[in-house]
Every structure is written in structure tokens, then in C-alpha cells.
Antibody
Framework: EVQLLQSGGGLVQPGGSLRLSCGGS????????MGWVRRPPGRGLEWVSA????????FYSNSIKGRFTISRDNSENTLYLQMDSLRGEDTGEYFC???????????????WGQGTLVTVSS | DVQMTQSPSSLSASVGDRVTITCRAS??????LAWYQHKPGKGPKLLMY???TLQPGVPSRFSGSGSGTDFTLTINSLQPEDVATYYC??????????FGQGTRLDI
């Protein structure tokens, strides 16, 4: 059974940093592109970032580019999102996501983590 | 940038009803469209992709149609467990994707 188990998140002041983690199991982690999607309060889903299976290519939405860094440790089957220079508008529920097929990046997400809340506030 | 517009933004229906949610793209996206169901406290669930290909395990009362700019998600014989927010998502320019704003479905 595929599982994505998230950790991290919490309350942070504007300008601060947080790191989210997502452990994958039940599939060949290194073969699948992974990513992060968030849902700001009262709004819909927003794509944040993606990374290829090897970790060789990374992609970011314009709203977080230069502030967030996506990475992965395939030896530990873990995906990360390092969030720096956090702003109030980064507040929301963050989900890690798994691409449906291996060896290509389709951005169809067949499995989602349980979500973790990030609150940026003074 | 391509915009994805869902309608309605919310709706209320009765058990057994047929429900239709539409998603319109501002540009032609062929059939590069997915639908997700999101219930509170959980991660969203993929219902279908390629506009009409049902993900394994999704009940057959869910169906999708459309191509180009206009798409539809239909739920036949609505069940209480279908209460959720539904999102469309375009992926023709992967990895840069866009979700619709969501449709909240109540019973």
C-alpha cells in the first residue's frame, strides 16, 4: 500500500523558516517525481513545487521561487520542502504528492500525504 | 496564463441526484485534465485523468467528459459519502499546473 507520511509544519513568524518532510513507502520512491501542493485558508489548491525522481530537476511556482527549496533523499525515501523567508500568504495546509507514473513527470497526483499546517504569523 | 474556471462554486443536492460540475479552460488543453475529491482532514483523492479515465477503485457513478476547453464531472446517484470539494486540474504544461478554484458539494 502506498503511503505518504508528512511531518514538520507549525507556527512561525514572518521571515522565519520551516522544513517539511514526507516519507514514502509502498512504491519505488526513486522512480517517481514528487511535489508539494498547498491550500491557503478559504481558497483552493495551489501547486508549489516538483522534483524529478532522480532529484536532478526541480520546478517552482512563481509565488515561492527563490524562497523555497525542494529536495529528496532517495536512500531514505524522503521528500523535503525547505521554506525560508516565510510570509503570511504562505499560510496554509501543505500536501506532498506522488506522480502517477514512474520515469516521467506528468503532474497527475495519484497519492497525497495527509497534509500539514503551516501558519506564518507574528 | 491559462485559467481554469469551475462552476458552480458550491451546490447542494439530495441523495440519489445526478450532479454535474463544469470546468472551463481559457485555452485549449486537449484532454489534459484531472479531477480530485477533497474531504476535510484528508489529502485529496484522484478521481480521473485524461478527462474521462477513471482511477482504479473510484466508483462507477463518477464519470468525466470533455476536450479542448470545456469539461464535465458527473456524479450519478449521489451518495452521502460524496460530500466534498471537487477540483479540476490542467496538466498539459507539466510541471506547471493549475487547479480550478473548487466546487463544494453538500447534501
Amino acid at each position: 500500500e502506498v503511503q505518504l507520511l508528512q511531518s514538520g509544519g507549525g507556527l512561525v513568524q514572518p521571515g522565519g523558516s520551516l522544513r517539511l518532510s514526507c516519507g514514502g513507502s509502498g512504491f519505488t520512491f526513486s522512480s517517481h517525481s514528487m511535489g508539494w501542493v498547498r491550500r491557503p485558508p478559504g481558497r483552493g489548491l495551489e501547486w508549489v513545487s516538483a522534483i524529478t525522481g532522480s532529484g536532478g530537476r526541480t520546478f517552482y511556482s512563481n509565488s515561492i521561487k527563490g524562497r523555497f527549496t525542494i529536495s529528496r533523499d532517495n536512500s531514505e525515501n524522503t521528500l523535503y520542502l525547505q521554506m525560508d523567508s516565510l510570509r503570511g500568504e504562505d499560510t496554509g495546509e501543505y500536501f506532498c504528492v506522488k506522480d502517477i507514473w514512474d520515469r516521467e513527470i506528468t503532474m497527475i497526483f495519484d497519492h497525497w500525504g495527509q497534509g500539514t499546517l503551516v501558519t506564518v504569523s507574528s | 496564463d491559462v485559467q481554469m474556471t469551475q462552476s458552480p462554486s458550491s451546490l447542494s443536492a439530495s441523495v440519489g441526484d445526478r450532479v454535474t460540475i463544469t470546468c472551463r479552460a481559457s485555452q485549449d488543453i486537449s484532454n489534459y485534465l484531472a479531477w480530485y475529491q477533497h474531504k476535510p482532514g484528508k489529502g485529496p483523492k484522484l478521481l480521473m485523468y485524461a478527462a474521462s479515465t477513471l482511477q482504479p477503485g473510484v466508483p462507477s457513478r463518477f464519470s468525466g467528459s470533455g476536450s479542448g476547453t470545456d469539461f464535465t464531472l458527473t456524479i450519478n446517484s449521489l451518495q452521502p459519502e460524496d460530500v466534498a470539494t471537487y477540483y479540476c486540474q490542467k496538466y498539459n504544461s507539466a510541471p506547471w499546473i493549475i487547479f480550478g478554484q473548487g466546487t463544494r458539494l453538500d447534501i
